[in-house]
């Protein structure tokens, strides 16, 4: 798999399926171990050092999250996406996301107007360094404290179960730009519609802005099953 996962064998033992788990969701959420991979139990369980039973139990975890098939008799495969799959996580973003920048918009006070800005600042510079990864993290740092302004936890929860696939999905998008830095300006505009408490301003930008990246993403994919 060659993933230069670290080695876990110093966990405790009784939350080490959970750490597992945890670590292989990060690696398939940054695109580290893509769609389609077998995961092959031996291999991996050296990688990290664990014992087979642990991993067989973060196996399930990750399962029944979506994340990884099994097949009896090939064993467990990261799950690959679909284009129903695509448009489905960003119409649920969007749908998800146009509410939050709303109820933020009512609720941002000048501390977030600042963190927001320091992330933005960081995400530019990140982007004019050609840092994709760095840029992918920023960005998602941005959407999730937009989340955290809401105060809605059943909002919340919706959008930490799909997580691991908007940052899936994110390092897609964020790697397809041919101009990083023109590519996340739109977040200058959820900015402005937050700093002026114009909850519908930031909601038609969130829509356009995700819009845009589903299609992208799209036609990435698009291309990638017609090669």
């Keep these: 798999m060659g993933t230069g996962l670290q080695n876990l064998g110093e966990l ?25 991979t077998r995961l092959v ?19 399930r975890i990750l399962e029944t999250e979506g994340l990884l098939d099994s097949h009896p008799g090939r064993g467990s495969f990261v799950s690959t996406i679909s284009e129903r799959d695509i ?33 933005l600042e960081a995400m530019i510079t990140a982007a004019k360094a050609g840092e994709s990864s760095k840029v992918t993290e920023l960005d998602f740092q941005f959407h999730s404290h937009i989340w955290a ?4 936890k059943r909002l919340m929860g919706v959008l930490e179960g799909i997580t691991t696939q908007i940052r899936m999905y994110l390092a897609v998008q964020t790697q397809l730009y041919d101009d990083m830095a023109a590519g996340i300006s739109d977040h200058q505009e959820f900015l402005e519609a937050l700093r002026h408490h114009d909850g519908e301003a930031g909601a038609a930008a969130m829509r356009n802005h995700l819009q845009v990246a589903a299609n992208v993403v799209l036609d990435y994919f698009r291309k990638k099953k017609d090669t």
């Design 12 to 36: 405790e033992r009784s939350n080490l399926a959970f750490d597992v788990a945890a670590l292989l969701r990060e690696s398939i959420a940054t695109g580290e171990i893509p769609p389609g």
């Design 41 to 59: 139990e031996v291999e991996v369980a050296r990688q990290l050092g664990v014992s087979r039973g642990p991993l067989r139990e973060a196996f």
């Design 87 to 119: 448009r489905e996580v960003y119409s649920l973003r969007c749908i998800l996301e146009e509410e939050t920048i709303r109820l933020a918009a009512k609720r941002v006070t000048t501390e977030d107007i600042d963190s927001l800005e320091r992330t």
């Design 149 to 152: 302004m809401a105060d809605h």
